[in-house]
């Protein structure tokens, strides 16, 4: 943004340079302490329902637990600061404006926390350039992810399933049988702190990586299909309402008004003609696998 003309000055007396507005760092320090607080409150109870982190849950377990809360806060921050920071490092890489992240705590969530999100300038960038960002993100979050529950899988107690309520995705049921080789069919994992914050790291990634809107998958999208990625974006929303009102998972509901909101289609970007290449195109195409590995439409498997 240039900067304004004063009227008492010509022209040519006012230098060309460009002003960086600076970001809202107080806002992004304050959301960061919040769900740090968040997150710290949902181990401190074991993902128990809880009203706004300060019932007498909380109060009666947080001397015993706060060792968990602690270890859970962590990890699930360090999750979403490593995606987030994909995101981040790719567009400065590019020369795109971005933001630093922006968490976001749900005190009323199980998980303490719906993920984070950063501020980025993507009309900016081209197909090419929206991928490697929109990518970047997904993969640096299951670098971190992915470990974090295999080492809560290793040292977690033996399970019955109804006795753990989360749901697992493919991906964390093919790991659980490599790491656990022992353990007997309907047999699952209690769940702990690192356990908990890879099951998030999952759950988070899975659902960004979904084709739709400005949602990471809905920029991997239309990166290698270019304006026609919208008609598949369209297909996603048709295909997760019909889902809702046949299976009855209400839970999505806000979800998917939230997206429609922002809007289905991917808004215009930079050289839209200049297509993706033939290596991005087949990591992209790939990379669809991801919400079927790791996105579970119904997370908690309570009868």
Not at 10 to 35: E, G, K, N
Not at 147 to 160: F, N, R
């Amino acid at each position: 943004m240039e900067p304004p003309l004063s009227p008492f000055e010509p022209v040519s007396a006012v230098p060309a340079r460009r002003v960086r507005p600076r970001p809202p760092v107080r806002l992004q320090a304050l959301l960061l302490i919040l769900t740090a607080a968040t997150t710290f409150a949902a181990g401190v109870v074991g993902w128990q329902p809880m009203l706004f982190g300060v019932d007498d849950t909380l109060a009666t377990d947080i001397g015993p637990h706060w060792q968990r809360g602690l270890v859970y806060m962590a990890a699930v921050l360090a999750v979403l600061a490593a995606h987030e920071a994909g995101h981040f490092v790719a567009a400065r890489i590019h020369g795109i404006p971005a933001t630093l992240p922006f968490f976001i705590p749900v005190p009323v969530l199980l998980t303490g926390t719906m993920g984070a999100v950063i501020g980025m300038e993507g009309s900016r960038a081209d197909r090419r350039q929206l991928f490697d960002i929109a990518l970047a993100g997904p993969v640096a979050g299951l670098v971190v992810a992915v470990p974090l529950l295999a080492w809560g899988m290793l040292g977690g107690a033996a399970a019955a399933a109804v006795e753990n309520p989360f749901a697992l995705p493919l991906l964390a049921s093919w790991l659980l049988a490599v790491v656990r080789p022992e353990l007997a069919p309907g047999t699952t994992i209690a769940p702990n702190a690192l356990f908990m914050a890879g099951w998030v790291g999952l759950l988070v990634t899975g659902l960004n990586m979904i084709p739709i809107s400005q949602l990471d998958g809905g920029h991997v999208s239309y990166a290698v299909f270019g304006r026609r990625g919208n008609w598949l974006a369209r297909g996603v929303l048709l295909a997760a309402i019909a889902t809702i009102v046949v299976r009855g998972q209400y839970n999505w509901v806000v979800m998917v008004v939230v997206v429609t909101l922002l809007g289905v289609d991917h808004p215009p970007i930079r050289d839209e003609g200049r297509p993706p290449g033939v290596l991005r195109t087949c990591l992209g195409l790939a990379a669809f696998l991801i919400p079927v590995l790791t996105f579970i439409p119904e997370p908690l498997a309570i009868d």
